[in-house]
DNA sequence: ACCACATTTTACAACGTTGCATCTACCGCC
DNA sequence: GGCGGTAGATGCAACGTTGTAAAATGTGGT
């Protein structure tokens, strides 16, 4: 089978432990020892046995990401730039899939999975702060997210309530008043909707425009779908809007179109932003103006720290919280109203 | 730190071995015992560990899917359905990604990272039937994808041929005569998009309508941008066309979105079809017609082939090519020509 | 030639688990 | 009462690696 350490010391005349040094850069070595067990190696096409290494050292070299569902395309995205970023630092990447079900997530942070990664990027989507204490777990764990601030664990996240305020005023300075927002969730405080629809209103407010309760467009979850209905509610509403902020792309695709179906044009009867920015909403038609909330970064980052916790000697280090930089991208979807 | 075999063995009064014995279910055990032991595991909230098991058992529990890149829809929607696929026989995926190169793919095969994986999903990009050698390799992998046929494993894939000419041959069915296509390889015989075109071109033949290449529009790649190029070209060049066939869904709303901008009614002046069903397909303006490749069940049989493979003593079997069911899907973005 | 000291190599024991072989006790049967 | 057989429990070795500590070898100075 696999060539082990006692093979390539057999073939190069020296002791497994020699190998092993070779191997691991020990620095006292000849050089002419070096080459023999070099060659061996190459002989046999050695490879170190990982789980024995990993049996041996406690580390494996495997950080986890847990996301929702890999077919919303934000966490698609997400998952794409954590694996670079990985990569990078020569770490694999084990996804899992929590279908941001509550019970799964806890479920999850203490699975016998976990036992393979040696620490975990944890994006919670069912667990509330009520729940931190959940992620008070023996590992090193980072957590994304916005559904727990101020938990036990460093945290790296997007800064939801200023970059929503950014969008809302975007709308605002377009001179657009009757600004409607779909994929409110009912009564949350805390998470993306939550606190985008803050930011929402902290706009509203700055600007003197009086929040209207009908022009906010209720969904559960931010599917495609979720979006289209929310906007054929409001439209069967009546109510009157010159400007949509969709909490996410896909849910604001999914509302542009039935605005479009419905024969109000996009930018100039309602000004639409989006925020994600997913490279989908540069091939929109028209494209869609969103907010880059940083993923790229948030990715980048999440991982470094991961890594700098899983190599910390002292654990005891207070948790981080890392707000990542926002940017809101103007496209054809939103434009000054023209009267 | 984390209680082991011996731990519990102390606690309950028994050895390991009864212990693991437990664990792994084996039939002749007191009941008394079993319980004592079962209330121990719970007690230190025993996790086995699996670095140990694996270096034991020669068995991870972990399949790998290489995948080109998670952003492309197409392959986020797969590895998703995989993920599900494999947490039914409780199985973890390792994901990485190749970025579609020739270099990186055939490195991957022989990763030290293989190690830790019982087997490989792999979707080939870069590598072609020249490279199917690569693929002889000492531990269970199932092909997926169109690049290599005839190698020396199993593979699971669409039937790119009969699917593509099903789609062509629903747009002749509705009185479309000048049908562009959008997407294809210069050259490329094997693989998605020359198998595609292949099938776009039989079902012209066998309507006898001739093949004109200027209604072919060439790319490299399948995002969005290539399929808005594409088109921009193919309205640049003049030539006339009342239906496109986009070899993917991607492309084809990028393609989509620059025909709108110039004026053309989809699907009035153009019925256009997709090739892949994403999601996003239900929810573009107008909906996109397109074909179900059959992701889940290639997905699924992928998972349960591989398994088989694992589970299998003799591994000589000769390897089996698996054809999904396709289907066409009819959207709003295909209609009878009205003359 | 010998010592002090640095370089190079090695032996051994673990990491936590499971396969194999073995051992004891007990049961039913002639 | 002795024997074969099965249920139930165990001890030992091994999977392949690395940390520790110590042994072997080499170098230079006296």
Same sequence: chains 1, 2.
């Avoid at 909403?281 to 916790?309: C, H, K, N």
Wanted: charged share 25%; no cysteine; net charge negative.
């Amino acid at each position: 089978m696999a060539a082990t350490l006692h093979d390539v010391a057999r073939i190069a005349g020296v002791s497994i432990k020699t190998v092993s040094n070779v191997i691991n850069d020990y620095p006292h070595i000849r050089p002419s020892t070096k080459q023999r067990v070099v060659e061996a190696i190459a002989e046999l096409d050695y490879q170190p046995n990982l789980s024995a290494r990993s049996l041996r050292s406690g580390r494996t070299g495997v950080i986890g990401l847990a996301v929702p569902e890999l077919s919303l395309s934000y966490f698609a995205e997400l998952a794409d730039a954590v694996i670079r970023s990985a990569e990078r630092h020569h770490m694999t990447v084990l996804i899992e899939q929590t279908g941001g079900d509550r019970r799964r997530e806890i479920e999850l942070l203490s699975s016998p999975r976990r036992q393979m990664t040696d620490g975990l990027l944890f994006s919670a989507l069912g667990m509330d702060s009520d729940d931190s204490e959940y992620l008070r777990v023996g590992y090193p764990l980072v957590l994304l997210g916005e559904r727990i601030f101020g938990g036990p664990t460093d945290h790296v996240t997007m800064r939801n309530v200023d970059a929503a305020r950014a969008a809302t005023e975007h709308l605002i300075s377009q001179g657009r008043r009757r600004i409607a927002i779909i994929g409110a969730h009912e009564g949350e405080i805390i998470g993306s909707a939550g606190l985008r629809l803050r930011g929402y209103r902290e706009a509203l407010e700055a600007a003197g425009i009086p929040f209207d309760p009908a022009l906010v467009g209720y969904t559960t979850l931010w599917h495609r779908s979720n979006g289209a209905s929310a906007m054929r509610d409001l439209l069967a509403s009546g109510v009157r809007f010159d400007a949509v902020f969709g909490l996410n792309d896909t849910l604001t695709l999914g509302a542009m179109r039935v605005m479009q179906e419905a024969g109000l044009r996009i930018p100039e009867d309602v000004s639409t932003i989006g925020f994600d920015d997913l490279d989908e909403a540069q091939y929109s038609l028209p494209t869609l103006s969103t907010v880059d909330p940083g993923r790229e970064e948030i990715a980048e980052t999440a991982v470094r720290i991961l890594l700098e916790r899983i190599a910390e000697t002292n654990p005891a280090a207070p948790p981080r919280e890392v707000l990542a930089d926002f940017r809101v991208v103007e496209r054809e979807s939103t434009v000054s109203l023209t009267a």
